[in-house]
């Protein structure tokens, strides 16, 4: 039943996440909101929306270390798995903003994170509105200064929606956030129990692969097509928004203290290590390409990272 509750739980996640993006666009064309400011805020918040309401009901029921976990986990997954299959199957081109704002970003929303928790293993309302705000700043600046850097995920979406469609997509959206994130939790704390592991181990394999499945998606896609709009940004970015937005305003909901010392004596490191390596891979052996030999490397470490969660 726990890995029943886990798959549909799943399943209501991707749906809903993807009804509530239709219809954040949708109100967003109605609004005659420009489309760059679309696709820097609401289709990252949207999209974001799966670890968020994860993240934020397992801290409200006393399960931080799943709502840790699955963010810690699905930056590790982002990077040592969803690029890792990208990579293997198309070169990537990586562009001049990498290494000039989106790896720096990235790097420093992980060491804010880690400076945070390292010491007392609490995420604290005023450490949470510090993540945020860093996030509002990034985006102004993206908006500003980088604008061309800023990939369409949905072109697709340029035609306006009936009103009555854009609040169906919002309702079912909503309700299927809602319905899968309680039946994921209860499935990740049931099978927790029944094989005596820890609710980190579940939460940062399991959990955290599962709400990365989105991306996984769209950059297999993408590459089926010869489309290019998955880049590494793409993926850096949703790992920005894992930091900043999902455990930022989860901690400004309710404080997340972490249980298990592993999430601080081990994978918030291999989160760390991850992230930073992907910096010297991009110069060696080809420089501002990810070939199949990089994917190799990271696949490589992300399953002796999960192996070694479960021995």
């Not at 986990?73 to 199957?89: D, E, F, K, P």
């Not at 298990?260 to 918030?268: Q, T």
């Amino acid at each position: 039943m726990n890995i029943l509750f886990l798959v549909i739980g799943l399943v209501l996640l991707i749906l809903g996440g993807n009804w509530l993006l239709k219809a954040a666009v949708g109100f967003s064309l109605r609004l005659m909101i420009p489309k760059i400011v679309i696709g820097m805020t609401v289709v990252s918040f949207a999209t974001s929306a799966p670890e968020l309401i994860v993240s934020v009901k397992s801290a409200l029921n006393g399960h931080a270390d799943i709502a840790l976990g699955n963010v810690i986990g699905s930056n590790i997954a982002n990077l040592g798995l969803v690029l890792a299959i990208t990579i293997l199957l198309s070169t990537i081109s990586v562009e001049k903003s990498f290494y000039k704002t989106d790896w720096p970003v990235m790097m420093v929303a992980s060491l804010l994170l880690y400076g945070f928790i390292a010491f007392d293993g609490v995420l604290v309302r005023w450490e949470g509105i510090i993540l945020f705000s860093f996030l509002i700043i990034f985006l102004v600046y993206l908006l500003r200064f980088q604008k061309p850097a800023v990939v369409d995920e949905m072109p697709e979406d340029d035609v306006m929606l009936p009103l009555y469609k854009d609040v169906l997509f919002l309702i079912l959206g909503g309700l299927g956030l809602w319905g899968g994130s309680e039946l994921l939790i209860n499935g990740a704390i049931g099978l927790a129990e029944n094989f005596n592991v820890s609710e980190r181990v579940i939460g940062i394999t399991i959990v955290s692969v599962g709400t990365s499945i989105p991306e996984l998606a769209a950059s297999v896609i993408a590459v089926i097509k010869k489309e290019k709009a998955i880049s590494l940004g793409n993926l850096i970015g949703s790992n920005v928004f894992n930091i900043l937005a999902v455990l930022g305003i989860t901690s400004m909901i309710t404080p997340v203290t972490v249980a298990d010392p592993g999430l601080l004596n081990n994978d918030i490191f291999w989160m760390l290590f991850i992230s930073f390596l992907i910096l010297p891979l991009n110069f060696v052996p080809v420089k501002m390409k990810l070939t199949w030999k990089e994917g190799l490397i990271l696949i490589s470490l992300y399953l002796f990272f999960v192996i070694r969660m479960f021995i």
